[in-house]
């Protein structure tokens, strides 16, 4: 691994092995999703305890400053929106060229294995890699599921080791039971999805879980900028991907912060 790739990933995956990714690239298909309406206000007061922010290169240009110091994982992939029933079929959207313009520290793909158009997207996966390693630019496997598809330790295994047999330098996923196994056979780091929006307490226990499990750490979104207060969120689902705080522990200081 070259110096560049190295550098890029040691911005997104702190000293402990650990990385809180901050997710707010959802408007890229569901357009104003809840509590993105004005994405710069939102994300504002909580960039302060992300390590990373994942989004597209339109918030990127027009919500972010470009003083904001934190490593960007910028997504290029796109092609169908919510309200399309043939949802799932993305191919590149982004040029790696624009990529290195941004100055980002990854670039995230999302593949859906097991979806009808599952070719597609990991030939178009495996292009940006290529391109992507050229640069020494790491990239992040996003394993979207299909309709129908099971998120289960078989489903959730299967398309996160082919995710990281294509080369992609991190791996990100959606946290189930025997999560363990699908940890164990993956080769590059793996973080978890929230979700959609459960209550914290849910969404932190989740959390709990999958670092216990092995993650590397977390690319959440909804259940941190839909929280009822995202600032004290945020902090808790810190406390526990970098000071391996407990559920109760981490729910307790949501509520000590929380407004
Ligand atoms: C989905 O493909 C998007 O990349 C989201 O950023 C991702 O699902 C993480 O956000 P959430 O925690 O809201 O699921």
Known sequence: MDWGMKNRISRIIKPDGRTLMFAVDHGYFMGPTTGLEKLDETIEPLLPYADTLMLTRGALRNYVSPAADLPIILRVSSGTSII??????????????????LNVSAVAFSIMVGAEYERDTILGFSQVIDEAERYGIPT????????????????????????????????????????????ESCPVPVVIAGGKKVPEKDALQVACNAIQSGAAGVDMGRNIFQSEDPVAMVQAVRAIVHDNSSPAEAFELFNELKR
């Open 140 to 183: 992040l496997a996003v394993t979207a599921v299909g309709r129908g598809l099971e998120r289960d330790a078989r489903y959730l295994g299967l398309a996160t080791r082919i995710a990281a047999e294509l080369g992609a330098r991190i791996v990100k996923t959606y946290y189930c039971e025997g999560f363990e196994s699908v940890v």
């Open 84 to 101: 399309n029933p043939m949802l799932l079929h993305e191919g590149i959207s982004v040029s790696i060229e624009e990529a290195i313009r």
